[in-house]
T-cell receptor, first 112, second 115 residues
Framework: DAKTTQPPSMDCAEGRAANLPCNHSTISGNEYVYWYRQIHSQGPQYIIHGLKNNETNEMASLIITEDRKSSTLILPHATLRDTAVYYC?????????????FGTGTRLTVIP | EPEVTQTPSHQVTQMGQEVILRCVPISNHLYFYWYRQILGQKVEFLVSFYNNEISEKSEIFDDQFSVERPDGSNFTLKIRSTKLEDSAMYFCASLSPGQRPYEQYFGPGTRLTVT
C-alpha cells in the first residue's frame, strides 16, 4: 500500500509555480521520495527523486523537510501541459523488483 | 529517446476469451513490469520479471495471468479467460539496473475492454 498522503486536487494559474505537497511520515531511512505524473490516461512518467537534500532537474524541484516526513514538488512555471495526476511514492533506491505502489495522487489542473 | 512500446493500443474481447498484450521494453533494460489501472482508479502493480522468471507478483496476478519473454525483445501478458473486471488500462514498464535513479519507463498502455 502507498505510504504517502497527498491532497486529491489542486489548481494553478498558468505561468505560476505549482507546489504539490506530500506527507510520508513513516518513511524509512533507506527510502527515497519519487515523483511520477500521469497525463490523461498515458503511462506514468518519472519526474524527480530525492533522499534528504533538495533536488532540481529540468522538470521540477523537490524540497524535502529536514525530518523527511514531508516533501513538496515544485513546477516553477506551470503550463497547460502540466495538467496531470502527480504521484508521490517512497521506495528504496535499488534496481530490481522495487515495484511502484501508486496512491491516488494529486490531480493538478493548470488554468489559463 | 528510447521508449517502451505496447500493442495493441485497444483490445476488445469477449468474456472467457484469452488475450495477449504485448510490450517491447527498452533494449538494454533487464527488469520488466506490468501494471493495470481500472478506469477512475489508481495504478496497481501486477508482476515484475527478471532473468526469465517472475520476481514478484501481487494478489491480483492469479492463475489466470501469465507473463513471458518469448524472444529478446517482447514481453507479454496473457490473460487466459477474461472476466468483465479485467477491463482496464494495462501498462508495461522496464528498468535498467545500471542506471540510477532506477526509474521505471512506462509504455503508453493497452486499453482492454471485456464485453
Amino acid at each position: 500500500d502507498a505510504k504517502t498522503t497527498q491532497p486529491p486536487s489542486m489548481d494553478c494559474a498558468e505561468g505560476r509555480a505549482a507546489n504539490l505537497p506530500c506527507n510520508h511520515s513513516t518513511i524509512s531511512g533507506n527510502e527515497y521520495v519519487y515523483w511520477y505524473r500521469q497525463i490523461h490516461s498515458q503511462g506514468p512518467q518519472y519526474i524527480i527523486h530525492g533522499l534528504k537534500n533538495n533536488e532540481t532537474n529540468e522538470m521540477a524541484s523537490l524540497i524535502i523537510t529536514e525530518d523527511r516526513k514531508s516533501s513538496t514538488l515544485i513546477l516553477p512555471h506551470a503550463t497547460l501541459r502540466d495538467t496531470a495526476v502527480y504521484y508521490c511514492i517512497v521506495r528504496a533506491l535499488a534496481p530490481g523488483a522495487n515495484n511502484l505502489f501508486f496512491g491516488t495522487g494529486t490531480r493538478l489542473t493548470v488554468i489559463p | 529517446e528510447p521508449e517502451v512500446t505496447q500493442t495493441p493500443s485497444h483490445q476488445v474481447t469477449q468474456m472467457g476469451q484469452e488475450v495477449i498484450l504485448r510490450c517491447v521494453p527498452i533494449s538494454n533494460h533487464l527488469y520488466f513490469y506490468w501494471y493495470r489501472q481500472i478506469l477512475g482508479q489508481k495504478v496497481e502493480f501486477l508482476v515484475s520479471f527478471y532473468n526469465n522468471e517472475i520476481s514478484e507478483k501481487s494478489e491480483i496476478f492469479d492463475d489466470q495471468f501469465s507473463v513471458e519473454r518469448p524472444d529478446g525483445s517482447n514481453f507479454t501478458l496473457k490473460i487466459r479467460s477474461t472476466k468483465l473486471e479485467d477491463s482496464a488500462m494495462y501498462f508495461c514498464a522496464s528498468l535498467s539496473p545500471g542506471q540510477r535513479p532506477y526509474e521505471q519507463y512506462f509504455g503508453p498502455g493497452t486499453r482492454l475492454t471485456v464485453t
